[in-house]
């Protein structure tokens, strides 16, 4: 174990008792006396489950028994608005993304929920999304990129998962920070299918959520991968620069999941998980098993830092969904 991550863990494991000790107030005082609920709004198997489960069993051991409940439909909104409804005591959370909390609420005329229904406990982890261009474009980096779609208006084509996510919205955001550039958006049901048109040559670009795939086809030389949307260079893939420092300073998403709980819950409650959740993921073991999936774990999130993020995403978001008209659909 390097020697930070065990002095960041030591560091957490004191704070165990503080945990236990942590002011309680009004009908938090007990809290929690009977198990808490974390709903995945998805079907078991996918994504939510491999970041929504180790949390799960964590929390089993430092607040009690905790299970898992899949309410899956409409894109992750019926479970949502599921948990919205509950009675704000902590009992009830919700396993959230970018697409459930930011996305689907800008886009849809009656998700069941709003964005103000919710409160940020904190934030799991974090993806990237990567830009991976079919060998035949000329551009050895984003500049070139931006370059060569303006030099050929509408001979590139990107591929996303679909129309209104993530993937889509960043890049129209891509193309309206480099100059309304002419690319045709070409939706798939899910990335593989667009990543197998990217190979054999039929889209020019992809953007999808970094992988190993994706980074073994680009040592493959099958793919190339120019840039990634966060605000750093990922710690598995540190020779792929950031898009921020690749001249578009303002293309930033991070695709994420995180624990959120109804409105009105009370303070104490929500502090209590928070503590609880970030004791949880300063485990090396847990750290190590996300990391392994490809994704990297939030080991300083809180309620203020993970809500900022949230607010910064939904203003940055609303203006490019609505310049394509996605809004309120």
Do not use: C
């Amino acid at each position: 174990m390097a020697s930070s991550t065990r002095r960041h863990f030591v560091h957490a494991l004191s704070g165990a008792a503080a945990l236990a000790a942590l002011p309680r107030s009004g009908h938090a005082a007990d809290y929690p006396s009977r198990p808490i609920r974390l709903v995945i709004p998805y079907g078991a198997g996918g994504a939510g489950d491999q970041i929504g489960r180790p949390w799960v069993n964590r929390m089993s051991s430092l607040l009690g028994p905790t299970f898992v409940e899949y309410i899956g439909g409409a894109g992750g909104a019926i479970g949502t608005a599921a948990v919205a409804r509950e009675e704000p005591d902590g009992y009830s959370l919700l396993l959230g993304n970018g697409s459930t909390q930011v996305i689907i609420p800008l886009t849809s005329k009656n998700p069941g929920y709003s964005v103000g229904d919710f409160r940020a406990i904190y934030r799991l982890i974090s993806t990237a999304l990567v830009f991976a261009i079919h060998p035949s474009v000329p551009a050895a980096d984003m500049r070139g990129l931006i370059a060569y779609a303006k030099a050929n208006p509408g001979k590139l084509s990107y591929g996303t998962p679909g129309i209104g996510t993530g993937n889509h919205l960043v890049g129209e955001s891509f193309k309206q920070q480099a100059g309304a550039l002419d690319m045709v958006h070409v939706p798939y049901r899910g990335i593989s299918q667009a990543t197998n048109d990217l190979v054999s040559g039929q889209i020019s670009l992809v953007i999808g959520v970094m992988s190993d795939q994706l980074k073994q086809l680009g040592e493959a030389g099958k793919v190339r991968l120019l840039a990634v949307t966060t605000e750093r260079r990922l710690s598995g893939a540190p020779e792929i620069p950031t898009a921020m420092e690749s001249g578009m300073p303002g293309l930033r998403y991070e695709g994420w999941f995180g624990i959120f709980a109804p409105r009105q819950t009370d303070d104490a409650i929500i502090d209590r998980i928070a503590q609880a959740t970030r004791l949880a993921m300063a485990d090396p073991a847990l750290q190590a098993s996300y990391r392994a999936q490809g994704i990297e774990p939030d080991i300083d999130s809180s309620p203020d830092k993970f809500q900022r993020i949230i607010d910064a995403e939904t203003a940055s978001l609303a203006p490019v969904i609505k310049s394509i008209g996605l809004g309120n659909l």
